[in-house]
């Protein structure tokens, strides 16, 4: 009977995210659960999919995973916990608590800066920023640095909105001979903090930049902030634990991964309805094609690929899609333990550096199809640190939010020098710059 229950409020909350209207999280509740033996995450690992559980920080051995269970599948959860004596504790009792305070602090904080006076620079890391607003700051770079910046639409979504990307370079253009860093951020759309990791980055690099030359000099920045921005206009408007795009899988459900979309080792993961589908086809989505488009056009002067995500304190390489090592395994880890000796100095979180199937589980991603299918050598995911070991997981407060982005920014100085000590390829055909 609980099951039937289950699977009719399941139905409503799709049915919800078709029409529209804004999902509750009334009653669902995060768990934190640690691991200890292969047989115990093996147990967590097959409960996920029979009670269709959202993992808001990975299921690994030995560290806590951070995991939402919905009011009809709780029960369930408990006994499969207590029955096999694997530890856990609940640490939020009610999401939608979790989410109306953020909403109403977001709102606090919106009136406060409009009504205080500007200081030097156009960016305001008080609030978290909606689709509208970052695209408008994308805009007032481009007026008032145009020297610096450019910003280009690299097609559009489902629901019609453009996909931008950010270049900046003190060369004025990117051209053929300089490397470059090439990022995109928010692929999945409630992932709020990395999005501002990623524009404080922006900022950092453009309003700072006489004080960041260092990151400049020889450097070349490539940045889709948003390459989701229907979801993530979702999460601000109805649901704001939304993961995927926003195009119809079928008549009932809505949505794919985009970071399982991408055709390099693609397999179908997960039903239509799952929140980790991967799509009918490798490279169905509107949004994955215009990454694989980026990502083909600056693929010879990369020198170094991030894909921003949370939560977890983990950089990861590849492979992801399986237990194969990469054949610069050794170097990845060199330079992805220098970026988190990084934040290690600052005061951050321990970040665990490694391969993302060893680490976690086996998944194809954005890393893996440029590094394999392009041969960008340097291609990581950053997991961003957040607050899941305290229960709120994706939902984060501002003075989080803030000290996310500057140990964020401590990683990309080291992405971003290392790759402007490295020399671009010789060119084998003439090419314009951008």
Request: hydrophobic letters at 40%; proline letters at 4%.
């Amino acid at each position: 009977m609980g099951q039937i229950f289950g699977a009719v409020a399941v139905l409503l909350v799709l049915l919800f995210s078709v029409l529209g209207e804004e999902v509750s999280y009334e009653g669902f509740k995060i768990y934190n659960v640690y691991t200890r033996t292969r047989t115990e995450l093996e147990l967590l690992q097959r409960v996920s999919n029979d009670l269709d559980l959202d993992f808001w920080s990975p299921a690994v051995l030995n560290k806590n995973a951070s995991v939402m269970v919905s009011p009809w599948n709780d029960e369930s959860f408990r006994s499969q916990l207590v029955m096999n004596n694997v530890e856990h504790r609940v640490i939020q009792n009610n999401v939608q608590r979790l989410i109306d305070h953020e909403n109403v602090m977001n709102m606090i904080k919106t009136r406060k800066r409009r009504s205080t006076a500007q200081d030097d620079t156009i960016a305001k890391f008080d609030h978290f920023w909606t689709l509208e607003e970052i695209y408008q700051y994308l805009d007032d770079l481009k007026k008032q640095y145009p020297k610096l910046v450019r910003v280009m639409d690299y097609g559009v979504t489902h629901e019609g909105r453009p996909i931008k990307v950010i270049t900046i370079s003190a060369k004025e253009v990117v051209d053929e001979f300089h490397p470059v860093v090439l990022i995109d951020g928010g692929i999945h759309a409630r992932e709020w903090a990395g999005h501002m990791a990623v524009l404080y980055l922006i900022h950092q690099l453009v309003e700072r930049s006489a004080e960041n030359m260092d990151l400049l000099s020889n450097t070349n920045w490539v940045i889709m902030p948003v390459a989701n921005p229907d979801g993530y206009v979702y999460t601000h408007q109805s649901n704001r634990l939304w993961r995927k795009n926003r195009a119809p899988s079928n008549t009932v459900c809505t949505g794919t991964d985009l970071n399982r979309n991408f055709p390099f080792q693609w397999a179908f993961y997960g039903g239509e309805c799952s929140i980790g589908y991967a799509g009918p086809t490798p490279a169905s989505e509107l949004e994955t094609r215009a990454m694989m488009l980026l990502m083909a056009k600056y693929a010879r002067v990369t020198q170094v690929y991030l894909a921003v995500h949370t939560c977890g304190d983990y950089i990861l390489y590849p492979y992801g899609y399986d237990y194969v090592d990469a054949p610069n395994k050794a170097q990845l880890q060199e330079l992805g333990d220098k970026a988190a000796a990084a934040v290690k100095a600052i005061g951050g979180p321990d970040y665990t550096v490694g391969s993302a199937a060893f680490l976690l589980y086996p998944a194809n991603g954005s890393d893996d199809f440029i590094y394999g299918s392009f041969g960008v050598e340097y291609a990581y995911t950053l997991e961003l640190s957040c607050s899941a070991s305290s229960g709120d997981g994706f939902i984060i407060s501002l003075e989080e939010m803030q000290k996310i982005n500057k140990e964020a920014f401590e990683m990309f100085k080291v992405f971003g020098k290392f790759a402007g000590e490295q020399t671009v390829k010789p060119l084998t055909s003439s090419r314009q710059s951008t």
